[in-house]
C-alpha cells in the first residue's frame, strides 16, 4: 500500500503533535511541583511557628528537597523529549512516521545538569535560603 506524500507529510505533523503534548505536560508538572512546594513549605514554616518551636521550620527543607529532584527528573524527561522531537523533525519527510515516542532513542541528558538549571536551582535555592532565614528569624525571636 502506498501512501502519497501529502499523506506521510500529514502523519508525520501529527507525530510531532503527539510529541509535544507530551513535552506540554512535563513542563506543567514541573509547574505544579513548584506550587506545591510553595503550599507544603508556606504550612510547615506557619505551623512551626505557630506552635513556638520555631526549629520545626528545618522541616520544610525536606519538601524543598524533594520536590527539586523530582522537577529536575521532569526537566530531565522533558529535555530528552525535546531532542527527540528536533531528532523526528530533522527526519526525511518523504518516508512514513514511526509514530515512536520513546526516551530510547531520544538523546542523553544529565539528571545532574538538570538539577542545576536555572529553573530549578533557581526557584528552589532562594526556597530553601528563605526557610532558614524565617526559621532563625523565628529563633532569636521566640528566643529558643
Known amino acids: 500500500m502506498t501512501i502519497s506524500a501529502d499523506k506521510i507529510a500529514d502523519l508525520r505533523?501529527?507525530?510531532?503533535?503527539?510529541?509535544?503534548?507530551?513535552?506540554a505536560r512535563m513542563a506543567s508538572y514541573g509547574?505544579?511541583?513548584k506550587n506545591y512546594c510553595i503550599t507544603l513549605t508556606t504550612a510547615v514554616c506557619g505551623f512551626a511557628t505557630t506552635l513556638s518551636k520555631p526549629w520545626a521550620g528545618f522541616l520544610a527543607?525536606?519538601?524543598?528537597?524533594?520536590?527539586?529532584?523530582?522537577?529536575?527528573?521532569?526537566l530531565c524527561n522533558e529535555r530528552?523529549?525535546?531532542?527527540?522531537?528536533?531528532?523526528?523533525?530533522?527526519?526525511?519527510?518523504?518516508?512514513r512516521p514511526s509514530f515512536e515516542i520513546s526516551l530510547s532513542t531520544a538523546p542523553a541528558e544529565s539528571f545532574v545538569s538538570c538539577l542545576f538549571r536555572w529553573a530549578i536551582l533557581g526557584f528552589y535555592?532562594?526556597?530553601?535560603?528563605?526557610?532558614?532565614?524565617?526559621t532563625l528569624f523565628a529563633g532569636v525571636t521566640y528566643g529558643r
Not at 505533523?13 to 513535552?23: D, G, M, S, T, Y
Not at 525536606?62 to 521532569?74: F, N
Not at 530528552?80 to 518516508?95: M, N, P, Q, S
Not at 526556597?127 to 532565614?133: D, K, N, S
Open 13 to 23: 505533523a501529527k507525530h510531532l503533535e503527539l510529541l509535544q503534548v507530551v513535552i
Open 31 to 33: 509547574a505544579t511541583l
Open 61 to 74: 527543607l525536606l519538601p524543598i528537597a524533594v520536590c527539586a529532584v523530582l522537577d529536575a527528573r521532569y
Open 80 to 95: 530528552r523529549f525535546r531532542g527527540l522531537y528536533d531528532k523526528i523533525r530533522h527526519e526525511d519527510w518523504a518516508e
Open 125 to 134: 535555592a532562594p526556597l530553601a535560603v528563605a526557610v532558614v532565614a524565617v
